[in-house]
Antibody, heavy 118, light 107 residues
Framework: QVQLQESGPGLVKPSETLSLTCTVSGGSISSGYWSWIRQPPGKGLEWIGYIFYTGGTNYNPSLKSRVTISGDTSKNQFSLKLSSVTAADTAIYYC????????????WGQGTLVTVSS | DIQMTQSPSTLSAPVGDRVTITCRASQSISSWLAWYQQKPGKAPNLLIYKASYLESGVPSRFSGSGSGTEFTLTITSLQPDDFATYYCQQYNSYPYTFGQGTKLEIK
């Protein structure tokens, strides 16, 4: 049974870089698409971007200048970096698996809350 | 970006009722729409994809319909476990976007 687990600091200072990792167990990131999605507390969902198993990426234009998603197949992990964070980046961050070659999400991590505050 | 608008934002209904949630896209997305259920403190859970295809393991009281710009999620015979927030998501074009959510409450 495939599982996704986010990890990383729960508190990041303004202007710094948010870094999170998603570890995939029971399956391999060497196929398919893998996304990051976030949800500010009490609000809706925002797609951040994805990485394809070949290393190709696609980002939400609203965040593109600050986002990098990378993968490490040897560790079966993919990561998110979001630079120059502000309080508006405070959110629960989810990693998720695309269903096959489609772009809906059939498996999600439990999510991790990242707070941006000094 | 394609805007997804759900209605209503909040819905109150008793156990056993039939409810319908609507999702409208700002432009045609064919049938590239998914529905998710989210409970407090949990990640969203896929219910429906390609507008009307039921994800494996999802109870048959959930159904989806629509194409183009208007879509509906229907839950027949509401169960206590169904009270949650529901989101639609378009995956017709980048960036993928979600509706603002519909909170389904017990009446």
């Amino acid at each position: 049974q495939v599982q996704l687990q986010e990890s990383g600091p729960g508190l990041v200072k303004p202007s710094e870089t948010l870094s999170l990792t998603c570890t995939v167990s029971g399956g391999s990131i060497s196929s398919g698409y893998w996304s990051w999605i976030r949800q500010p507390p009490g609000k809706g969902l925002e797609w951040i971007g994805y990485i394809f198993y070949t290393g190709g990426t696609n980002y939400n234009p609203s965040l593109k200048s600050r986002v990098t998603i990378s993968g490490d197949t040897s560790k079966n992990q993919f990561s998110l970096k979001l630079s120059s964070v502000t309080a508006a980046d405070t959110a629960i961050y989810y990693c998720a698996r695309h269903s096959g070659d489609d772009s809906f999400f059939d498996l999600w991590g439990q999510g991790t809350l990242v707070t941006v505050s000094s | 970006d394609i805007q997804m608008t759900q209605s209503p934002s909040t819905l109150s209904a008793p156990v056993g009722d039939r409810v319908t949630i609507t999702c409208r896209a700002s432009q045609s997305i064919s049938s590239w729409l998914a529905w998710y259920q989210q409970k407090p403190g949990k990640a969203p859970n896929l219910l429906i994809y390609k507008a009307s295809y039921l994800e494996s393991g999802v109870p048959s009281r959930f159904s989806g319909s629509g194409s183009g710009t208007e879509f509906t999620l229907t839950i027949t015979s509401l169960q206590p476990d169904d009270f949650a927030t529901y989101y639609c998501q378009q995956y017709n074009s980048y960036p993928y976007t979600f509706g603002q959510g519909t909170k389904l409450e017990i009446k």
